[in-house]
């Protein structure tokens, strides 16, 4: 259909871009110096489609999120939440700092490079360093997998509403409600883990089979997504909850600062510890 044409184009353009990293001092990635940051210009916003059935505006949202490029995401993934920049166009790129015990305070991925620490306890584990850095495994095609892919996949705007504008999916209005003093629109869908992780067919196999995964942990299966819009179309929250024999999914991401002045940035070389080559579980936060 023609919005999903015009989708289509625009993430196209997008792709076009480039993300770059520069490097930081102590413990926390340094501001950005010398060439512009990919957050240095906010595209502007598409003309809302005119279907504005349920399934017309949740189309309209993901493609108000592709041209978003990034956010700021604050999120609740079971026992596990954290905040910080996100980009999911044109490349991946997610500083984030948790808020629940982890191995590490904070965590950094741009592309398929991770960075992990940022906290006395890693500096003391490193002696004296502040940051290990890996990379993923190569997969079948020879190229290398994005470190922490199942929760970059959890956190993406533009899989979610993907997989709410799949095919056999369909779409509620459950009505106008506040959020933070401001209108917003509230929308329902119910899906599976299978038919959301199928729905992003620009994944490779086995990271859809790793997003399967990470969507039902401990058996979960069926799937209730709510989502509420803004103004523009923009998903501004996110939940996510499943039941099935052997478990519970039950996540929240809210997003905010779209198209923002917003940075993911690698840290010092000084400051790290080169730790390789890492296989990440689906599954790790």
């Not at 349920?54 to 993934?77: E, F, I, W």
């Amino acid at each position: 259909m023609a919005v999903r044409r015009l989708a289509a184009v625009v993430a196209a353009t997008l792709l076009a871009g480039g993300l770059t990293a520069c490097g930081g001092g102590d413990g926390s990635p340094s501001a950005p110096t010398g060439t512009p940051t990919p957050t240095s210009a906010s595209p502007t916003g598409p003309a809302k489609p005119t279907d504005r059935s349920p399934h017309g505006v949740l189309l309209s949202a993901q493609l108000a999120m592709q041209t978003a490029r990034r956010a700021k995401v604050s999120y609740r993934l079971g026992p596990d939440a954290g905040s910080g920049p996100m980009f999911w166009l044109p490349k991946t790129a997610l500083q984030v700092k948790r808020s629940t015990p982890a191995e590490a305070e904070q965590l950094i991925v741009v592309d398929t490079v991770a960075y992990q620490g940022g906290d006395a306890a890693t500096a003391a584990r490193l002696g004296g360093r502040h940051w290990e850095r890996f990379t993923g495994t190569p997969g079948p095609d020879g190229h290398r997998e994005i470190p922490y892919a199942g929760l970059i996949d959890l956190l993406n705007p533009v899989e979610a509403l993907a997989a709410a504008t799949a095919d056999g999916v369909e779409a509620q209005f459950l009505g106008e409600e506040k959020f933070e003093d401001s209108a917003v629109v509230h929308y329902r869908v119910t899906t599976d883990a299978e038919r959301y992780a199928a729905a992003q067919t620009q994944l490779s196999p086995a990271r859809r089979a790793g997003l399967r995964a990470a969507l039902a942990p401990g058996g979960s299966a069926s799937l209730t997504l709510d989502l509420w819009l803004n103004d523009k179309d923009q998903m501004v929250k996110l939940q996510r909850t499943g039941t099935g024999e052997g478990g519970r999914a039950d996540d929240s991401v809210l997003y905010s600062e779209f198209a923002g002045s917003l940075s993911a940035q690698a840290p010092a070389e000084a400051d790290t510890v080169d730790a390789g080559v890492r296989n990440v579980s689906p599954l790790a936060r």
